[in-house]
């Protein structure tokens, strides 16, 4: 991105502005720099670095419930060989028990799905960026009106 919007385009454009649609420009241009200003994208980016920490705690959380699966899956493969050696019913018993168990798990893990999450963070690195454009485009916009009006 240009360090300056402040184009010639944008300076022949300023500069062929009557005076009422100048007025009104700046009006519009000085509600663009508010909406982009640093407080408000400081804002956007503390609660986008929230959406991440928060995204980053369920991964984390999913990939435990992961390792306790392959466990319990570890653990089934282990139960059905004994089982294939001599079917005992207290064995037969444990493994339907952890299979149950590992249902639950596949259950947790399924609906840790933070499909809100990832739309928010998509949404607030979008906003982030477009306030950062319009806030450059106002002051570029801003800057041809004050060269207009001292020139």
């Known amino acids: 991105m240009p360090k300056t919007l402040n184009t010639p385009c944008l300076r022949a454009f300023v500069h062929g502005l009557s005076s009422s649609e100048q007025d009104s420009l700046g009006r519009v241009m000085a509600r663009i720099e508010a909406?982009?200003?640093?407080?408000?994208?400081?804002?956007?980016?503390k609660r986008l670095g929230q959406v991440r920490d928060e995204l980053d705690r369920i991964n984390t959380e999913r990939d435990v419930l992961r390792l306790q699966k392959e466990d319990l899956q570890r653990t089934v493969d282990a139960l059905d060989r004994s089982i294939a050696r001599t079917p005992a019913a207290d064995v037969i018993q444990m493994k339907l028990v952890l299979?149950?168990?590992?249902?639950?798990?596949e259950e947790q893990i399924a609906k840790?799905?933070?499909?809100?999450?990832?739309?928010?963070?998509?949404?607030?690195?979008?906003?982030?960026?477009r306030r950062r454009l319009l806030t450059k485009l106002a002051e570029a916009m801003l800057d041809s009106a004050r060269e207009r009006t001292s020139g």
């Open 112 to 129: 840790m799905r933070p499909v809100e999450l990832h739309t928010e963070k998509a949404t607030l690195r979008k906003e982030i960026a």
């Open 99 to 105: 299979l149950d168990f590992e249902a639950g798990i």
């Open 35 to 45: 909406m982009g200003s640093q407080d408000e994208i400081d804002r956007l980016e």
